[in-house]
C-alpha cells in the first residue's frame, strides 16, 4: 500500500478522534450528549442530515447499480431527493418546535407524548435496536471490503479499528461528536466525489454519450426494455424502497431535535437539498463513466475501488478513500447514538422509571454505544449469507413505519395509539417475512394479506383519540383521506420490499448455479 494514501488516512482517523475528544468536553449533561444541547446551527444540521443518509450503500452500492442498470437508475437517485425534501419540508418544521416545547431527546419521546403511551414508547424502542443492528453490521462489513481491496489490508483488521474508533467519539462526545465528525466527513464525502469524477471526465471527456451507447445500449433508453439487465416491476419496486428508506428513518429525523430556531432550520433545508441533489447526479455520473472505462469487471461493487486505484495519484486516492470511510462513520455514528439514547433514555428512564442521576444516564448512554459496537464489530467479522437481503427491508422498516406515524401523527386528529401499534408490528412481522418469503415461493396471497393488514390498521386508526395538550401544538389536518391514501401506499410499499428481496434472491442463485 502506498505510504501517501497511508498517511492520509491515518490523518483522517486522528482528526476524527480529535473531534470526539472536543464534544466530550462540551457535553455536561444528556441533552448535551443526546440533542448537541439544542444548539446546532443551520449549515451544521444540513450537513449531519445528509452524511447520516449517504452511507457506503449510496457511494458504493449505488455506483455499481448504474454501472449494471443504465441511465435510468436516475429515477432512483430522485425518489430519494424527493423523499429528503419531503421530510424536512412537512415534518422538520413541526419537529423543530414540538421537540423544544415537550423537550423530546428520541423519537419515541415523540410517539409517548402523541398517544399518551409507554407501550408504543416501548414497542417502537425495540423496532429501533432490531433494524439498527443490520444496517450497522453492513457498513462494518463495507468498510472492511473497501481497506481490503483498496489498501491490501486485511478485512477483520480493517472491522476491529474501524469499530474502536467510532465506539470512542460516539461514546464519550455523544451527539456533539457526531456533528463535528459528521460535518468534516460531509466535506471529505464531497471533495471525495468530486475529485473522482473529475479525473472520470478527464480520462472520458466530457461528452461521452457514443462511447457509452456503443459499449452498453441498454443502459442508454429511459426504462427498462426487454434486453435490460432489470425489468419495469423491479426498478419500481427499488424506487418504492429507496422512497420510503429515506422519507423517515428515525435517525434522520431526530437530527431535527438538535436545530437551534426556525433560521437555522431554514438554512439547513437548504442545504440538505442543494448537497443531496449534488451527490445524487455525482453518483449517477460515476457509474455511466465507470462503464465507459471498466466496460467488463468480475463484480460490480469493485467499481469504485477499481476506479479510485486506475485514475487518482496517491494523494488524491487517499482523499477519495477518506471520503468512502467517511460516508461509512457517518451513518454508523448516527445509528450508535441512536441506540444508546433508545436504550437508556425510552427503555431504562422512561419505560421503566429508573431514578437515574444525570451523570448516570450518560454513563449507560456511553456504555451502551460499547456494548451494541462489540456486538456489531463481532457480527461483522463473520457476516452471514443473508444480511444482504436482510439490508433491503430493515432500512425500508425504519424509514416507513417510522414516517407514517409521524405524518399521521402531526397531521391526522383521528390516528390514536392502536393505530399507531398495528402498523409498527404489522411492518416488523412482514419484514421479518419478507427475507423467509424470498428464500422460498414467493406467495400470491400476501397482497391479499397486506390489504387486509391496511384496512385493519385504517379502522383502528379512525377511532377518536382525545385532544390533549401535546395535540394542541401539532395542528393536525382533518381529513381522513390522508389516512386512507397512506394505508394504500404502506400496502405498495411492503409489496416492493417482497419483489426486491425475492428479485435478489433469484439472481443470487442463478449466479451461484449458472449451469442450471
Excluded at 415523540?110 to 403511551?117: A, N, Q, T, Y
Excluded at 487517499?318 to 444508546?340: E, F, N, P, R
Amino acid at each position: 500500500m502506498n505510504y501517501i494514501v497511508q498517511a492520509v488516512i491515518l490523518v483522517y482517523f486522528v482528526g476524527m478522534f480529535a473531534l470526539g475528544i472536543l464534544g466530550e468536553q462540551r457535553t455536561k449533561n444528556t441533552a448535551d450528549y443526546y440533542v448537541a444541547g439544542r444548539q446546532v446551527n443551520g449549515f451544521f444540521a444540513g450537513i449531519v442530515y445528509t452524511t447520516s443518509l449517504v452511507s457506503a450503500g449510496a457511494l458504493v452500492g449505488w455506483v455499481s447499480q448504474t454501472w449494471q442498470w443504465g441511465l435510468y437508475f436516475i429515477y432512483a437517485a430522485s425518489a430519494v431527493t424527493v423523499a429528503t425534501f419531503l421530510c424536512w419540508w412537512l415534518l422538520g418544521r413541526k419537529l423543530c418546535t414540538c421537540s423544544r416545547d415537550l423537550n423530546l431527546f428520541t423519537v419515541p419521546d415523540f410517539l409517548e407524548k402523541r398517544f399518551e403511551s409507554r407501550t408504543a414508547r416501548l414497542i417502537a424502542s425495540l423496532l429501533i435496536i432490531t433494524f439498527s443492528v443490520p444496517l450497522l453490521v453492513t457498513q462494518f462489513a463495507a468498510i472492511g471490503i473497501l481497506f481490503n481491496v483498496t489498501t491490501g489490508l486485511s478485512y477483520s483488521a480493517a472491522v476491529i479499528c474501524f469499530g474502536i474508533i467510532v465506539f470512542l467519539y460516539v461514546s464519550f462526545g455523544g451527539y456533539y461528536a457526531v456533528v463535528y465528525t459528521d460535518v468534516a466527513q460531509g466535506i471529505l464525502i464531497l471533495l471525495g466525489v468530486i475529485i473522482l469524477l473529475t479525473a472520470s471526465v478527464h480520462r472520458v471527456g466530457p461528452s461521452p454519450q457514443l462511447q457509452y451507447q456503443q459499449i452498453f445500449p441498454h443502459g442508454f433508453i429511459s426504462w427498462p426494455d426487454a434486453n435490460s439487465p432489470i425489468t419495469p416491476s423491479f426498478l419500481v419496486a427499488f424506487i418504492l424502497l429507496t422512497f420510503f428508506g429515506a422519507l423517515g428513518g428515525p435517525n434522520y429525523i431526530r437530527g431535527f431535535y438538535s436545530i437551534r430556531n426556525r433560521r437555522a432550520f431554514r438554512q439547513g433545508f437548504t442545504i440538505t437539498v442543494f448537497i443531496v441533489v449534488v451527490l445524487e447526479i455525482c453518483i449517477v455520473l460515476l457509474g455511466l463513466y465507470g462503464r465507459i472505462i471498466f466496460p467488463e469487471i468480475d463484480t460490480a461493487d469493485n467499481v469504485v475501488y477499481y476506479m479510485i486505484q486506475s485514475l487518482l495519484p496517491p494523494l488524491l486516492a487517499g482523499i477519495a478513500l477518506a471520503g468512502l470511510s467517511a460516508a461509512v462513520m457517518s451513518t454508523v455514528d448516527s445509528l450508535l447514538i441512536q441506540c444508546a439514547s433508545t436504550v437508556e433514555n425510552d427503555i431504562l428512564t422512561k419505560t421503566f422509571r429508573l431514578g437515574l442521576s444525570e451523570r448516570r444516564r450518560v454513563s449507560i448512554a456511553r456504555a451502551t454505544v460499547a456494548i451494541i459496537g462489540g456486538i456489531c464489530v463481532f457480527w461483522g467479522l463473520n457476516p452471514p449469507e443473508y444480511l444482504a437481503f436482510l439490508m433491503y427491508p430493515a432500512w425500508g422498516a425504519l424509514g416507513l413505519s417510522f414516517a407514517w406515524v409521524f405524518f399521521l401523527g402531526l397531521y391526522w386528529r383521528r390516528f390514536n395509539k392502536a393505530g399507531a401499534l398495528h402498523g409498527h408490528l404489522f411492518y416488523y412481522f412482514r419484514c421479518v417475512e419478507c427475507p423467509r418469503e424470498s428464500f422460498g415461493h414467493l406467495s400470491h396471497s400476501n397482497g391479499a394479506a397486506c390489504l387486509g393488514t391496511g384496512h385493519s390498521y385504517c379502522d383502528l386508526a379512525y377511532t377518536p383519540t382525545p385532544c390533549r395538550d401535546p395535540l394542541s401544538l401539532l395542528r393536525p389536518l382533518q381529513s381522513p383521506l390522508i389516512g386512507d391514501f397512506f394505508i394504500f401506499l404502506l400496502d405498495i410499499s411492503v409489496q416492493s420490499d417482497i419483489i426486491k428481496i425475492s428479485s435478489i434472491r433469484s439472481d443470487f442463485n442463478d449466479r451461484k448455479n449458472p449451469h442450471q
